[in-house]
């Protein structure tokens, strides 16, 4: 995977970047400002540009998303950072980002997103709006993927991580995955909380 890093903390920015190309990734290049990871990425037309939205000092990082999925929409935005507000999420998604997530993510995991986003999916962290917003009804399942609907099923049959794993011949990085986007798009923050109110729409 070809990419461009853009943070203002170009310490852990450059630490995060070592440590994808020891996961077989390509960096081309670790920005500080919005500005320069835009030029990066004309520069370069990288596969995924991973971008904080937060630059104190220096301009706001969902301009530059904005900026890229308008003039270089073969480069796919994941917005990393440390916090996010609603709002923020919300603009995120209208600006059309296929990933928003928090740093609190381990290495592989990023790792394995940036995968998941290349193949066209989207990924959002849990607890965080996703683009389809609270929907009334059965309606709330239908921002669910076909493969995010097998996993709330099986969440609601109690299986572990570990089994649907098994079952689905993917890793359980890749469950735990899914299982945040479902919460996500959903809007609650526990199986538990998601697979009741599948249980709900469903009666």
């Known amino acids: 995977m070809r990419l461009v890093l853009c943070d ?10 070592a440590a994808l190309a020891a996961r077989g990734h ?3 290049a670790v920005t500080t400002t919005p500005t320069a990871g835009v030029a990066a990425v004309a ?13 104190p000092e220096n301009g706001n990082g969902l301009d530059a998303a904005r900026a890229i999925g308008r003039q270089y929409p073969e480069t796919k935005v994941l917005v990393l950072t440390a916090a996010a507000d609603p709002q923020t999420v919300g603009e995120a998604a209208r600006v ?21 986003i290349a193949v066209g999916k989207a990924v959002f962290s849990p607890g965080l709006q996703s683009r389809g917003g609270k929907r009334g009804s059965k309606g709330v399942l239908d921002v669910l993927t ?29 469950v ?28």
């Open 96 to 116: 059309g980002v296929a990933g928003f997530i928090l740093k609190d993510r381990t290495v592989s995991e990023i790792s394995e997103i940036l995968e998941m």
């Open 26 to 28: 390509q960096v081309l």
């Open 8 to 17: 203002d903390h170009e310490i852990l920015a450059g630490a995060l970047a």
């Open 176 to 203: 735990r995955i899914y299982v945040g986007n479902v919460l996500a798009k959903l809007g609650v923050h526990s199986r538990l909380q998601a697979t009741a109110l599948a249980r709900k729409l469903s009666a």
């Open 146 to 174: 076909p493969r995010e609907k097998e996993v709330l099923a099986s969440m609601a049959e109690g299986q572990s991580t570990v089994r649907m794993a098994q079952m689905m011949g993917v890793t359980t990085g890749t």
């Open 43 to 55: 520069a370069l037309r990288p596969d995924i540009c991973l971008l904080d939205v937060r630059f």
